[in-house]
T-cell receptor, first 114, second 114 residues
Framework: KQEVTQIPAALSVPEGENLVLNCSFT??????LQWFRQDPGKGLTSLLL?????REQTSGRLNASLDKSSGRSTLYIAASQPGDSATYLC?????????????FGKGTHLIIQP | DAGVIQSPRHEVTEMGQEVTLRCKPI?????LFWYRQTMMRGLELLIY????????DSGMPEDRFSAKMPNASFSTLKIQPSEPRDSAVYFC????????????FGEGSWLTVV
């Protein structure tokens, strides 16, 4: 059974810092990996999607990397801003037949101090 | 497109009552997923449909839970009878017809059973 772990569970940093969120998964037979953002009381917003054949994806100040063989992904946030405060969730989609849903980590709760 | 639409957004009900949650996926999406989010267990996949057909319901916690998708634009998740431990946020999500695509989430239905 696929397990997804996110470290750290919570992080508080001053505004302007660059930071890295970590995600690991136990089964490397994945179709893709997605990073989501969840604001309090809201749904999930997709930030970046990395296909299993890709190494990284970038969107603005966000960069996500994928090392499928080692079962790891990182989300890099450059020049953090208070508006980046949210919970960040990593999820993998398995490549096996019938396993189409996402398996989620429990998230990293991020606070950016003004 | 309006995105994935869920209703109700919030519901408070008494133990033993029937609860029906509704979802309208993004038009043209072939996959529909129901997830449940709790503090203790994070996001869990309950069931998913492909072209209106239930594919995997192994995440449905017990027989009190049922889900239907009578057509491509509507799905329901029903809990009967409801119990306090069913209190959670229930998310509906949809994605286009291949696994390589992003999964889009609704805003969630916040259920409290008292």
């Amino acid at each position: 059974k696929q397990e997804v772990t996110q470290i750290p569970a919570a992080l508080s940093v001053p505004e302007g810092e660059n930071l890295v969120l970590n995600c690991s998964f136990t089964d490397s037979a994945i179709y893709n990996l997605q990073w989501f953002r969840q604001d309090p009381g809201k749904g999930l917003t997709s930030l970046l999607l990395i296909q299993s054949s890709q190494r990284e994806q970038t969107s603005g100040r966000l960069n996500a990397s994928l090392d499928k063989s080692s079962g790891r992904s990182t989300l890099y946030i450059a020049a953090s801003q208070p508006g980046d405060s949210a919970t960040y969730l990593c999820a993998v989609r398995l490549a096996g037949g019938g396993a189409d849903g996402l398996t989620f980590g429990k998230g990293t709760h991020l606070i950016i101090q003004p | 497109d309006a995105g994935v639409i869920q209703s109700p957004r919030h519901e408070v009900t008494e133990m033993g009552q029937e609860v029906t949650l509704r979802c309208k996926p993004i038009s043209g999406h072939d996959y529909l997923f129901w997830y449940r989010q709790t503090m203790m267990r994070g996001l869990e996949l309950l069931i998913y449909f492909n072209n209106n057909v239930p594919i995997d319901d192994s995440g449905m916690p017990e027989d009190r839970f049922s889900a239907k998708m009578p057509n491509a634009s509507f799905s329901t998740l029903k809990i009967q009878p409801s119990e306090p431990r069913d209190s959670a946020v229930y998310f509906c999500a949809s994605s286009p017809g291949t696994r390589g695509n992003t999964i889009y989430f609704g805003e969630g239905s916040w259920l409290t059973v008292v």
